[in-house]
């Protein structure tokens, strides 16, 4: 009587349990939502500006929204997944635009309005997020191309040599290059200092180098409109040793190798000039391969060997990092690392503010190895045919990756 009684209950438990499991909506977990995103304008913007008419983006993974600002600066996205996203948006003025909207008389020939919010759970339906945006003022020379992943050779090892560099000059006009320095953002493992580390102790002014390089000024180097500037670690022909790396002997300087064996320098190919290094064996540019690889372009009248050093946040010992003033930087890019975690990216590893790189590129490969260079999109042509390069002050906008692209080629030419 007991084993049917038990029986008995085993069955009302199990069709208690099938009419509990009913009523449950799993669709909850994956229903659309809709958001706004509030478009907020540059603080130089002091007449107002016109928040309507901007296109917003929103892209996670694969795929990308985009949705336009109505009068109020408004964009309405509907039927979104909930995931993370990354927020964005972009447009230039011209130069009457820039003088208008913030009163400076400043001549310029243009400007870009750009914001970016990066790994944004959108999960809550109807909700509000605000966009800041930031004012950047176009630049002739930008950095169009970073080669930091490396390769395997055909004996499988690792081979490092065909790192490179290439600046581009956006404008119609020949660009002297020299004298510019070029800075190799600080890429420990665990950060010497956090964006946050930098506000406290530097109030957002300075940003950390690990190395400075210097384009000669023995003499004028100009840069012809779409013109190209290509700094090598080595400039040889690597295509012997791997399909994926490339032929450097036309490169217009180097970065002398004085510690390799054998040491691959080319002496036909002038000296890129090595302003400071916090290693002193590496006399090369100290592309990361795996990431992070943050470059900086800036040009400055100081005496840049006495700016003032610093040790990781809170030591008073270990290696040490130039602090590079933020204000003399022209152009930056933030290439961060690839994890195998969710997110695949660690934003909060970023070295740049917003104002140099709202956002951040990198390979698709964690250990780095694969050939990938990372690159600037075409945006469209100038009158002359040349490339103009995507430049929106946000290299999650800007840049892609490729094991095709060769130097001193773009998509569109």
């Known amino acids: 009587m007991k084993k049917l009684f038990h029986a008995a209950c085993l069955v009302s438990c199990a069709i208690c349990a099938a009419l509990l499991t009913s009523c449950v909506d799993f669709d909850d977990a994956t229903h659309a939502v809709s958001t706004r995103v509030q478009l907020s304008l540059p603080s130089e913007f002091t007449s107002g500006g016109g928040l309507g008419g901007h296109d917003i983006t929103l892209q996670f993974a694969n795929q990308r929204y985009v949705a336009q600002t109505d009068g109020e600066g408004i964009a309405t996205f509907q039927g979104l997944v909930p995931d993370v996203y990354d927020i964005s948006c972009s447009w230039k003025i011209t130069a009457e635009e820039y003088h208008s909207l913030t009163g400076d008389a400043q001549v310029i020939s243009g400007a870009t309005v750009s914001g970016s919010v990066n790994q944004r759970l959108i999960s809550q339906d109807n909700e509000t997020i605000t966009l800041p945006t930031s004012l950047t003022i176009d630049r002739d020379i930008i950095i169009g191309k970073i080669y930091y992943a490396g390769s395997k050779d055909l004996n499988n090892r690792t081979y490092m040599a065909g790192k490179y560099l290439e600046l581009y000059n956006q404008s119609d006009d020949p660009v002297d290059v020299s004298g510019l320095y070029i800075g190799l953002v600080e890429a420990e493992s665990t950060q010497a200092y956090t964006l946050e580390n930098l506000h406290e102790d530097y109030a957002d002014s300075v940003i950390l180098l690990k190395q400075v390089f210097r384009i000669p000024v ?26 994926l790396e490339n032929n450097l002997l036309d490169a ?42 943050g470059v900086v372009i800036f040009r400055t009248d100081d005496d840049v060997t006495a700016w003032p050093k610093t040790y990781p946040y809170g030591k008073t010992a270990g290696n040490q990092w130039l602090l590079c003033p933020k204000r003399h930087i022209i152009d930056g890019v933030e290439c961060l690392r690839l994890t195998n975690k969710t997110p695949a990216v660690d934003v909060g590893t970023k070295r740049l503010y917003s104002e140099i790189d709202a956002g951040y590129t990198n390979i698709n490969a964690i250990s780095g190895w694969n050939g990938e260079v990372v690159y600037r999109r075409t ?10 390069l995507m430049d929106t002050n946000n290299s999650s906008n800007d840049f892609q990756t490729s094991t095709k692209i060769k130097p001193r080629e773009y998509d569109g030419e």
Do not use: R, W
Not at 218 to 243: C, E, M, Q, Y
């Open 218 to 243: 023995d003499a004028n180097h100009l840069v012809k409109p779409g013109g190209t500037v290509l700094l090598v670690n080595s400039a040889i022909d690597h295509t012997p040793n791997d399909t």
């Open 252 to 293: 217009d300087f180097e970065a002398k190798d004085y510690s390799s064996n054998p040491v691959q320098n080319n002496p036909a190919t002038p000296a890129l000039e090595l302003i400071y290094s916090m290693y002193p064996s590496i006399s090369v540019m100290n592309l990361v391969q795996s990431g992070p690889c």
């Open 379 to 388: 945006a469209s042509l100038a009158v002359d045919g040349h490339p103009i």
